[in-house]
């Protein structure tokens, strides 16, 4: 069975609609598929419709940001019921905040000479949300800056002239809406956030004690040593183990949908529930 519980559309900052991700997920053979993008369940109907005309099984997902000790982390929230209105409500409030911030990452850049950030960056980004990636894309392409690491460095972090601090609900409370909408909660891609692993196990530890069920033990980007570590503390947390390419369609991307390494403990693996 290929499984790949992390994707995301162009309703959040992936490159391709939720149609096309449904028919690429099919010609990669792909048997269990989730949507996911940050803070909007809005694809999650286009791609549930084409993936039951596929045969693919589909469950619909969102990527959350949340707040662990003063830091931005991902949590996903998988197999949700969309029409959750304590979910939805939550999701709002993310929406409305990456608006704002939108605004004042423009209104910085504007002050340290990039012309017309908003509007090139809304035409960068297809559907309504604009990200960090869509400003990113678009400092790239006018010529700024060369790569994605150079752009979040340069411009887009801390008390540079894109950063914007996140303002984000709390981790437990993310992990609330979730659970009344039914879904799994589990943190997505534990080793990327820029902490050392002493603090990796601590986060995933505080959140296994707020009832967060798991944690994206293979992601696309793992390698054989990162696979076994997290496995073996999801194993000490008693967290259901996860698996998601964390595809967004970009171009220099090198993650494929379904193309994921095994998991070590499927015994424990969060889709045994469904
Ligand atoms: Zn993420
Ligand atoms: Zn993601």
């Known amino acids: 069975m290929k499984i790949d519980l992390h994707n995301h559309s ?23 598929f989730a949507l996911t993008d940050h803070d909007t369940t809005d694809g999650l109907t286009e791609a549930k419709v084409e993936a039951n005309k596929l045969g693919i099984k589909f469950i619909p997902g969102v990527e959350v ?9 991902h949590i996903l ?29 423009a209104r910085g850049l504007g002050g340290a000479g990039v012309v017309g ?6 035409a960068v980004a297809k559907q309504g949300m604009i990200t960090r990636t869509h400003f990113a894309q678009m400092l790239i392409q006018e010529g700024v800056c060369k790569d994605m690491k150079s752009v979040f460095k340069r411009f887009l972090t801390g008390k540079k002239p894109g950063g914007v601090g996140g303002q ?13 909408a039914g879904g799994k909660a589990v943190l997505a891609h534990p080793l990327r956030y820029r902490m050392t692993n002493t603090k990796v196990k601590r986060m995933m530890s ?17 390698n054989t040593d990162e696979i076994a570590l997290i496995s073996q503390w999801a194993i000490e947390l008693d967290l259901l183990a996860s698996s998601g390419s964390d595809y967004h ?9 379904g193309r994921l390494q095994d998991m070590p403990n499927s015994n424990k693996a969060v889709w045994n529930y469904w």
């Open 249 to 257: 369609g970009w171009p220099n991307q090198r993650v494929r949908i």
């Open 65 to 73: 940001s949340a707040m662990w000790s003063n830091m931005t982390i």
């Open 10 to 32: 162009y309703y959040s900052d992936g490159v391709l609609s939720p149609v096309e991700l449904i028919r690429l997920a099919k010609e990669q053979r792909c048997d269990v």
């Open 206 to 222: 505080d959140l296994a004690a707020s009832g967060c069920d798991g944690v994206e033990v293979v992601t696309g980007s793992s």
């Open 77 to 105: 929230g998988l197999n949700i019921d969309i029409e959750n209105e304590a979910l939805q409500a939550g999701l709002k409030q993310h929406q409305e905040f990456r608006a704002i911030r939108a605004l004042k990452m």
């Open 168 to 180: 984000w609900a709390q981790f437990d409370e993310v992990i609330e809406w979730i659970h009344v």
């Open 117 to 122: 950030a908003m509007e090139k960056t809304q």
